[in-house]
């Protein structure tokens, strides 16, 4: 981050609780106007789909990005999750869904590894606010196909 950003943050910070919740809802805000969650859907629709019918191992880190970013997105939808814990999943799901990080998603089998990684612990802290499963996500994707 740059030094400029921390200070702007800084100097809206105040020591009372309803300013920290301004300033946490302002927090939130910067990062949802660099965030696209159309994009982080597709993304997610597109990997289940790929990985839907295939074993567990053989689905890969595919496979294991659909369960991470499933998680976060229904996360992110919980109306209970307090906002600073929802601007770091929107930095992780915007980590996700960008190609260009530390291993490129393109590169074949090991591109969303670092992807996986740096939101493993996002996820931890945000399973209480997720309902997300596999079912939904699949019977989401089949409405989507039978209105097609």
């Known amino acids: ?21 301004v300033s946490e809802a302002d927090l939130v805000e910067k990062y949802q106007k660099h965030f ?5 859907m597709k993304l997610l629709v597109k990997l289940r789909k790929s990985t839907r019918n295939k074993p567990k191992a ?14 976060l997105l ?3 939808d919980n109306p209970d999750i307090p906002a600073h814990i929802k601007a770091l999943v929107i930095g992780a ?6 190609p260009i990080d530390l291993i490129p998603d ?11 990684a740096s939101a493993a612990g996002v996820v931890t802290a945000v399973g209480i606010y997720s ?6 996500l699949d019977a989401y994707i089949d409405q989507i196909d039978s209105k097609k």
């Open 1 to 21: 981050m740059s030094e400029d950003f921390i200070e702007e943050l800084n100097s809206e910070q105040d020591d009372s609780a309803d300013t920290k919740k």
């Open 36 to 40: 696209d969650k159309n994009l982080a």
């Open 74 to 76: 229904s996360a992110l």
């Open 93 to 98: 799901i915007g980590y996700i869904i960008l």
């Open 58 to 71: 053989i689905a890969g880190t595919a496979g294991a990005i659909v369960s991470v970013l499933g998680k």
């Open 131 to 136: 309902d997300f499963s596999l079912e939904k």
């Open 106 to 116: 393109f590169a074949p089998g090991i591109g969303y590894a670092d992807d996986i």
